[in-house]
């Protein structure tokens, strides 16, 4: 194939002799059949480009360009497509893929065949659907040992283990391997399993079998399991798994967290899994969690983990900090647009809120500045960075109502971030990137807050966790690993002092600075920093 008009050594197309008519048209072909590219999906974009004109087309390029932009969908290179005869037609397949982070809604793409002499056919458009991702979310949800029902040395033990997708899409191509983790443990047999696909709520499961000699030294055996699907995002790995020589696993459910990177685990990395405590109902507390994955607006970036940070704040608020359930508001995604932040941080709250109560405030998502002001703003799902006054929710609004209602106290969870230089933060296109966030905001006497990071600074994702770095860490704080003076009990100021440094260091490790601030500023907390978050049983 010539190729003409490129610099360097370029060959000039022929002088025609007799013009070109070229008519350009495009349909989408996709593995499904339901004609939407869903994430996750590859696709072709089928141009067809035809001559009807006297003379020949020389050189013809075909390209594809987004006329609006849509997170998350990749389009090709231009493709080089030859020359074309009076009277012919050629097709060229234009590959399109749907990835992961793909944004739900329409997509519109325009597509040129340019000829070297200018002979260009008009630009041809195509409309279609795009489906953002439903992830599964892959658990271990039963394990047992076959036989006595313990794990004995010397003798051949068969492992059964129940896998379970308790997302809300299917998991593709999922393969579970056994990892003997030890000189001295064995596998017995095959030690994969190809598992295919395990549809939203399915479960799966399967056996495994493996020995230990006598040389092995203690009791709990290092045996792993490692999960992974054809996203290569929501697999996990797990080590240990309960196996202590002589003794049934654990007869209770355990549950993994899914992670987008493969990566070992601990028991105590299982955040996802509310702790046991010594709280009682409490009918008072009162509890808005948040959390926003994607938005309404094409181009906007989502906030990866969101979501799941949200439910499993919202697990821990209604399993493990007393807060009943049906006074627990948990706005995900749809439901957490501008209107939904409006009532319940507003008239939903004041409506319920007496001297006893309780309140919690989560929110993981986008934060923005205005521009102008300086001023910080929680994005809802419908808002727009470029109309934070109009479409966005004033932090500062949040405080100031929290001050107003007769509550025993509030403590807000911030996840989020404000300086609009990436991360979980957003900033009107075509602003500098990084604006000088006002902090001066005011909190009432009863009101204590922990935001993931400083005014001009990102807040990170978590991927080997599946969280925001902030959520993780507090997570685990509220496990018991900020129980500093180990008596059961986590307070705020326990929390604080746990959550800052263990995000600062693991920021640094991927070269960012991330560090949590309170408002109040710590050494101010007060009687606020003994506030008793959860008491540990």
Known sequence: MVLYGLTGGKTAAPKPVAPAKLTASVALVEPSGDRRLAAGEKAELVVKVTNAGPGKAHGLRVSAGLVEPVAGLKLPE???AGDLSPGGSLERRLPLTGLVSLAGGKARVRLSAREANG???PDALIEFETVALKAPRLEVAALSVGGAGVVKPAEVNKLSITLRNAGEGPAQAVVAELV??????????????????????ESRRFDFEFFVNARFKGKALP????VSESLGRFGFSRRGLGLVLGQAPDAQVVTVQGRDQAAAATASDDVDEPPLTKAKADPDALAVVIGIERYR???????????RDARAVHAYLTKSMGVDPRNAVLLLDEGAAKGDLDKYLGPWLKNRANSRSRVFVFFAGHGAPDAATGEAYLVPFDGDPAYTKDTAFPLRRLYDSLKELPAKDATVLLDSCFSGQGG?????????????VRTDLAVGGNTAALAASGPGQISSSYDAA?????TYHLLRGLRGGADADRDGRVTFGEL?????????????LSNVEQTPQTLPAREELGARAKRVLIELR
């Open 78 to 80: 231009t493709v080089l």
């Open 119 to 121: 002979f260009d056919a």
């Open 180 to 201: 003997p983790g030890d000189a001295d443990v064995f596998p017995a047999g095959e030690t994969r399993r190809e598992l295919g696909v395990i549809a939203a709520g």
């Open 223 to 226: 045996v792993a399991l490692t």
């Open 297 to 307: 607006q094409a181009g906007l970036p989502g906030v990866d983990h969101a979501g």
């Open 424 to 436: 979980r933060s957003l900033i009107a296109k075509g602003t500098r990137p990084l604006v000088t």
């Open 466 to 470: 599946g969280h925001g770095l902030m």
């Open 496 to 508: 604080a002092d746990f959550v800052g440094p263990e995000v600062e260091r693991e920021a640094r």
